[in-house]
Nanobody, 123 residues
Framework: QVQLVESGGGLVQAGGSLRLSCAASGLTFSRYAMGWFRQAPGKEREFVTA????????YYADSVKGRFTISRDNAKNTVYLQMNSLKPEDTAVYYC????????????????WGQGTQVTVSS
């Protein structure tokens, strides 16, 4: 079955950086668009960024543009989220997800989800 496993979360000071990874198995990874979403305490889960199956097209939420970068390595079945200039408001559980459709910002378009990894940014 499809499995997505996130890693790389942790505690970092404001202004610092983290790199999240999401390893996929049970699917032909290179055919799937991938996305990152996050959910802060007491808030709804929100879109962060997405990347097409080829890696050519990317989308970013306005709140992370210029600070976060999504990338993928189809040979390693892994998608990455490089997070720089982190802010306390970036604190959340970060989820990766995959869709067999085209790249999308809509959560409902994503069929498979990881278990999430906690990112905490201290001020």
């Amino acid at each position: 079955q499809v499995q997505l496993v996130e890693s790389g979360g942790g505690l970092v000071q404001a202004g610092g950086s983290l790199r999240l990874s999401c390893a996929a198995s049970g699917l032909t990874f290179s055919r799937y668009a991938m996305g990152w979403f996050r959910q802060a305490p007491g808030k709804e889960r929100e879109f962060v960024t997405a990347i097409s199956w080829s890696g050519i097209t990317t989308y970013y939420a306005d709140s992370v543009k210029g600070r976060f970068t999504i990338s993928r390595d189809n040979a390693k079945n892994t998608v990455y989220l490089q997070m720089n200039s982190l802010k306390p408001e970036d604190t959340a559980v970060y989820y990766c997800a995959t869709t067999a459709g085209t790249i999308s910002q809509q959560q409902t378009h994503y069929r498979y989800w990881g278990q999430g990894t906690q990112v905490t940014v201290s001020s």
